[in-house]
Nanobody, 115 residues
Framework: QVQVVESGGGLVQTGGSLRLSCAAS????????MGWYRQAPGKQREFVGS???????NYVGSVKGRFTISRDNAKNTMYLQMNSLKPEDTGVYYC?????????WGQGTQVTVSS
């Protein structure tokens, strides 16, 4: 079984920064893609970004230039550096891990950006 745990969320003022972490553990033979979704209050879950084992990165347009995804393959850990945060970035951020045979989700971490 694979466990996925996010951390690093919190409350920050507009223009501030946070770094989220996502750590995968358990019976992992390989991880193809790790990525992030977020869900604002009353809204559907939205894709934020992802990174493949080979380093191919995708972002939703609204975070380009502000967010940076990185990955430490040796630690099975992914990071989301969020800079210049805006109130519209507020939401629960969920990490997912795609092993190629299954997709696992974390429990989410709350990010709140005050105006």
């Amino acid at each position: 079984q694979v466990q996925v745990v996010e951390s690093g969320g919190g409350l920050v003022q507009t223009g501030g920064s946070l770094r989220l972490s996502c750590a995968a553990s358990g019976s992992i033979s390989s991880i193809f893609i790790m990525g992030w979704y977020r869900q604002a209050p009353g809204k559907q879950r939205e894709f934020v970004g992802s990174i493949t084992t080979t380093g191919v990165i995708n972002y939703v347009g609204s975070v380009k230039g502000r967010f940076t995804i990185s990955r430490d393959n040796a630690k099975n850990t992914m990071y989301l550096q969020m800079n210049s945060l805006k109130p519209e970035d507020t939401g629960v951020y969920y990490c997912y891990v795609n092993t190629g045979t299954n997709i696992y989700w974390g429990q989410g971490t709350q990010v709140t950006v005050s105006s």
